[in-house]
């Protein structure tokens, strides 16, 4: 069967909104058991509840903040206790930092952004291949922005972390090659989730700057990342994945 994860962990990290709650649900549809990370216990909850409604023993809520080492080699290993190991990770938390000029930027919230969006990253993929390495193999995706490619003003931290994670994913990816472990970053465009909210006009701007004349929704990013996971991408290796309805075309 396509994209068949039955059997298989995944730890997806900002599980509870958008597009890491999105690639949850269809990692879930499609058999896998889910560590759902996230920061609002609630809403995580909320998303545990309904994939368990679907299909119980499907996933956990696993509160943690990314940016703290030991909160995510904890989440890990709860993750690993409960279902038995770890095959697949979303590495998708992220914040977009505070929207200044760059010698405007506070100093702390460059740390923040950096610490949440690339360390948190890090982090993830520091205590998640372990386990695939234990496992005989795994793929992770790591969650960049099409601001790796096309920078975005008065967003400094934001655009420097979504470029490190192209790199730190390309150089583990070389890290992990003989050992099969595939690791490839999704970079989504403007995305109709939380993290852009819903001005009254946004649609309008979307069709100006957007070719194809509309934001994606969080569902459709979700697709490319549970294929860049599953085995149907077997020779995508150290890949990035651009999925943006033809914004950087422009
Ligand atoms: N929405 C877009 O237009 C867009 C565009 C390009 C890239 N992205 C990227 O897509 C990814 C998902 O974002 P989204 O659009 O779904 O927005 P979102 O705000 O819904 O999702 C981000 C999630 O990360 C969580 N998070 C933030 N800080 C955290 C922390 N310290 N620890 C744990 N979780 C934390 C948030 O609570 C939230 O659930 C992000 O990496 C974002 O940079 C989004």
Known sequence: MAQDFDRKVAMVTGAATGIGAATARLLAERGAKV?????QEDLLAGVAEELNGAADGSAIAVPTDVADPTQVEAAVTRIVDEFGGLHHAVNNAAVPGQ????????????????GINLSGAFYGMRYQIPHMLAAGGGSIVNIASVNATKPLTQHGAYTASKHGIVGISQSAQLDYVTRNIR???????????????SGG????VMKSIVPWGRMATPTEVGEAVVWALSDQASYLVGQQIIVDGGFVLR
């Open 35 to 39: 560590g759902l990370v996230g920061l």
């Open 99 to 114: 929207e200044a000029d760059l010698h405007e930027i506070d100093v702390a919230d460059w740390a923040r952004t950096i």
């Open 183 to 197: 690791i490839n970053v999704v970079s989504p465009g403007v995305t109709d989730t939380p993290m852009v909210g």
């Open 201 to 204: 006009d946004l649609a309008d």
